[in-house]
């Protein structure tokens, strides 16, 4: 079967671990992985696994785009460059997936709103944040029950598995996934809270989901609701799973969630950069689909 | 121990940590007659925040009665010679809330990691010193490492800025020679006008020596909450600690006498019977190295699911559950349930 060629930008931890999974993927074949350093580990491992590198940038791979029918990219860079790597990609017809927090293009959490951005023909989309693909899932199974006043999530990974971006900056994890709770969860006002765990061995990537309904809960669809999403996220994240909940204490509904790495080159416990490159490489198959089927 | 002559600065928590005794419920009047009275004894820098830290008001730790803008904004403007600081942690808060708090008087402002991820602090340390404020670099549950890996955190902080470092003891585990040590490391290696200060929680009931300890090592700024007010089993008694630093001779400048009076005749009134002490929770948490403010959401979990709160921490503390993982607290009372079945 025909595949939709792609190519990576930025071999780091999440490129690299995005790079095995498409590897497995039946509608998309990785042909390029792009870097800046051109002692590179990841352009290396890239490399020995079949793909062609630059360590150019982006105009490394620009002038290759339409000899090797490259139709996908994925931006595992830095928001600081992405806008320039977008409007370069996107001239030449290339549909961008942004796992940078710079979200130019709209929030794309695949459970919740993927089909949205396939129909409008999006050509940009934006991944949010680790913690926002792990609980925007589960905001949104209590909002599409009934209206949610507040959603506040709570993310907790593993020091080992924070990089220096994250750490950097680290105002916007909690504002972008703010703002997703409320764009893509549906919650009138969202809140989001961070904590690096330092323990060893490292703990799997878990996050809290507190909504607070604005009328009583429904209990019944609230829980068959959260089960249903589990199965769909369960679908790309096989190690996704709800711990504990829904919990209901007045109009206040709790789902406690634990996301175990799929272990391609992260660690299992990198629950958190294991769901961020499984929605993005999940998001780029349907685009494929979509694509293979026109 | 020769602390004669010695010149610290006091700053009281009453105002921060003692919202989580109250579960953040203090009135605006609670704060403005309890700022006051501080004010009028002579203490030099008061924290007024959310429990948690600026913004920290949530499902999570709690609600506050009031944001902290408004608290801030009755609370200062009222103050003749006491200076007001923020709490603030990378995670919860953001720069967005430095900008707020900008135009309202604040002089000091407190960003606190765990200790061992003070990289996370750059961008809200670099702004705090960029914009002339007072800037701590505080790092939380200090018991948990080793006096080197105290000094790697904070010389992160120093580097984005900071002009005081603080050894804090969330957890209210510490000892004095382990204090000692690691406010010694951090003395001997920042230059002279870089503060250092310390932290306590009175779990063990060693807030008072620990602090102590910490004078004697070189520290120069020492948080403590009339009649204990604070997380757990409280801070540093500061009352207390202020008529101890008296007869050592230490000079912090505030009237015996006056916080006495702030402690028994506005702080107690304001927190009736849930005045923290040392029961057999708040023991729990410093015997474990438990982070103090789980206490309470401990107790309530308690009261839900019947399981003892003793034990859930307890397991927090097995876990190694660091600041702000009070949503641990539900799941853990859960499973806990569940093993039971």
């Known amino acids: 079967m025909a595949k939709i060629r792609c190519a990576l930008i930025g071999p780091g931890n999440i490129g690299t671990d995005l790079l095995y999974k498409l590897k497995r993927s039946e509608v998309l074949e990785p042909v390029w992985m792009v870097g800046i350093d051109p002692t590179s580990d990841g352009l290396a491992r890239a490399r020995d696994m079949g793909l062609k590198t630059t360590h150019e940038g982006i105009d490394g791979l620009i002038s290759h785009i339409e000899a090797d029918n490259i139709q996908i990219a994925f931006d595992a860079t830095s928001a600081y460059a992405h806008a320039e790597t977008s409007r370069k990609l996107t001239e030449k017809g290339v549909k961008v997936i942004d796992l940078t927090p710079a979200a130019i293009g709209p929030f794309c959490v695949p459970p919740v709103n993927l089909l949205d ?125 709800v711990k504990e909940g829904p919990v209901f204490d007045g109009n206040r509904v709790s789902v406690y969630v634990e996301v175990r790495g799929r272990g391609d080159y992260l660690p299992e416990y990198a629950g958190n950069l294991d769901i961020m490159t499984a929605a993005a490489a999940r998001t780029a198959e349907m685009f494929a689909e979509q694509m293979l089927k026109a | 121990m020769n602390l004669k002559g010695k010149k610290i600065r006091l700053h009281d928590m009453s105002l921060r940590d003692g919202m989580h005794s109250i579960r953040h419920q203090f009135t605006l009047q609670n704060m403005v007659d309890l700022s006051q009275a501080l004010d009028r004894a002579g203490v030099p820098l008061i924290e007024v925040t959310h429990g948690d830290g600026i913004s920290g008001s949530s499902v999570n730790y709690g609600f ?73 670099g505080f790092l939380m549950m200090s018991h948990m490492v080793t006096p080197e890996k105290i000094l ?143 206490l309470l959401h401990a107790r309530r979990a308690e009261q839900k699911y019947g399981i003892p709160a003793r034990e859930i921490l307890l397991e927090l503390g097995r876990r190694g559950t660091v600041g702000g993982q009070e949503d641990m607290i539900e799941d853990v009372a859960l499973e806990m349930i569940r093993a039971r079945g």
């Open chain 2, 152 to 294: 790697e955190q904070a010389k992160l902080m120093y580097g984005f800025g900071a002009n005081c470092l603080y050894m804090t003891d969330s957890a209210g585990h510490m000892l004095p020679e382990d204090v000692k040590a690691k406010v010694t490391i951090l003395r001997e290696y920042f230059p002279d006008t870089i503060e250092i200060g310390f932290h306590g929680h009175h779990n063990l009931g060693m807030a008072i020596a620990n602090s102590l300890a910490a004078i004697e090592a070189g520290a120069t700024r020492i948080d403590g909450s009339v009649a204990g007010f604070g997380a757990g089993a409280g801070n540093t008694p500061l009352e207390v600690f202020n008529a101890v630093c008296d007869m050592y001779g230490i000079e912090t400048g505030v009237d015996v006498s006056k916080l006495m009076d702030a402690a028994e005749d506005v702080a107690v009134p304001i927190m009736g019977d849930q005045l923290p002490r040392i029961n057999r929770d708040a023991l729990t948490l410093g015997y474990a190295g438990v982070y103090s403010s789980f």
């Open chain 1, 117 to 241: 951005h396939l129909n409008k023909g999006e050509e940009n989309v934006n991944m949010v944040t680790c913690g926002g693909q792990a609980t925007i899932p589960m905001v949104f199974a209590v909002s599409r029950v009934q209206p949610v006043r507040y959603g506040e999530i709570v993310a907790t990974v593993a020091s080992k598995s924070a990089g220096p971006g994250t750490r950097k900056n680290i105002d916007e994890f909690t504002q972008t996934t703010s703002g997703a709770i409320e764009k893509v969860g549906q919650a009138k006002k969202g809140k989001a809270i961070i904590i690096l765990n330092p323990a060893e061995p490292p703990l799997m990537m878990r996050d809290t989901i507190h909504c607070i309904t604005e009328t009583e809960p429904n209990q019944d669809a609230i829980i068959e609701s959260v089960k249903a999403m589990e199965a769909e996220v369960q679908k790309y994240v096989p190690g996704y799973r």
């Open chain 2, 64 to 136: 506050g009665l009031h944001t902290d803008k408004e608290y801030l904004e009755a609370v200062i403007p009222k103050l003749t010679q006491a200076k007001v600081s923020i709490l603030m942690l990378p995670g919860i808060g953001t720069i967005e809330d430095l900008k707020m708090v900008q135009d309202l008087g604040v002089h000091t402002i407190r960003v606190a990691t765990h200790c061992t991820e003070a990289d996370v602090s750059e961008q809200h340390i670099k702004y705090c010193a960029k914009h002339g404020f007072d800037t701590v």
